[in-house]
């Protein structure tokens, strides 16, 4: 093989190579951060667990939450991180707290850390109730894959149960361990 043969070659296969990489490195990944001021690095860390699993994104982008709800909260972060590299939602932590009654801290006192983790996930149970996700009515109806599996179904319904009986706040949060469990799954 001659030498210009073999330099053809060579720039062939460096061009077989650059191309691909070059339109990789072209599409747009969300790689923003969120600052950790204040101690809301466990916000910080269950929201973007959230927006690193595909199917939770592909939902929000293609749903329209009420006006004022946590889903709608949520939906804006998700907008406002894939075009910026670094943001500080202090505020927004601040009306997320104020929606749960304060259930967690966002502001470098002693709280709870996991309940956010469980206001998150009864507020999307609740979003659900509302018609955003696929209730299992909807999922016989259309025959298409349902974004709940049958146990989280049950877990709701019996959360949903639970409030309407009142059942007493120790009683639901022993099982949040359990809860964490069979929600969390569903967004990966």
């Given at each position: 093989?001659?030498?210009?043969?073999?330099l053809?070659?060579?720039?062939f296969l460096?061009?077989?190579?650059l191309?691909?990489?070059?339109?990789?490195r072209?599409?747009?990944?969300?790689?923003?951060g969120?600052?950790?001021?204040h101690?809301v690095?466990?916000i910080?860390a269950?929201?973007q667990s959230?927006?690193?699993?595909?199917s939770f994104?592909t939902?929000?982008e293609?749903?329209?939450?009420e006006?004022?709800s946590v889903?709608?909260y949520?939906?804006n972060?998700?907008n406002?991180?894939?075009?910026?590299?670094?943001?500080?939602?202090?505020?927004?932590y601040?009306?997320l707290?104020?929606?749960?009654?304060f259930?967690?801290?966002?502001?470098?006192?002693?709280?709870?850390?996991?309940?956010?983790l469980?206001?998150?996930?009864i507020?999307?149970?609740?979003?659900k109730?509302?018609?955003?996700f696929l209730d299992?009515?909807n999922?016989?109806?259309t025959?298409?894959?349902?974004?709940?599996s049958?146990?989280?179904?049950?877990?709701?319904?019996w959360?949903?149960?639970?409030?309407?009986?009142q059942?007493?706040i120790w009683?639901?949060?022993?099982?949040?361990w359990k809860?964490?469990?069979?929600?969390?799954?569903?967004y990966l």
């Amino acid at each position: 093989m001659s030498k210009r043969k073999t330099l053809f070659c060579i720039v062939f296969l460096i061009l077989l190579f650059l191309i691909p990489m070059y339109l990789l490195r072209r599409q747009r990944t969300v790689m923003c951060g969120l600052k950790n001021h204040h101690n809301v690095c466990y916000i910080n860390a269950v929201l973007q667990s959230l927006f690193s699993c595909e199917s939770f994104t592909t939902m929000l982008e293609s749903i329209e939450p009420e006006n004022g709800s946590v889903m709608y909260y949520i939906q804006n972060l998700w907008n406002d991180m894939k075009n910026n590299t670094l943001l500080n939602r202090l505020g927004l932590y601040r009306r997320l707290a104020s929606m749960s009654n304060f259930l967690f801290k966002y502001d470098n006192k002693p709280g709870f850390t996991e309940n956010f983790l469980e206001f998150i996930t009864i507020n999307l149970d609740e979003e659900k109730v509302k018609g955003i996700f696929l209730d299992e009515e909807n999922f016989r109806k259309t025959k298409t894959s349902c974004f709940f599996s049958k146990n989280q179904h049950g877990m709701l319904s019996w959360y949903q149960k639970s409030m309407q009986t009142q059942t007493p706040i120790w009683i639901r949060f022993e099982i949040l361990w359990k809860k964490t469990i069979l929600h969390f799954p569903r967004y990966l």
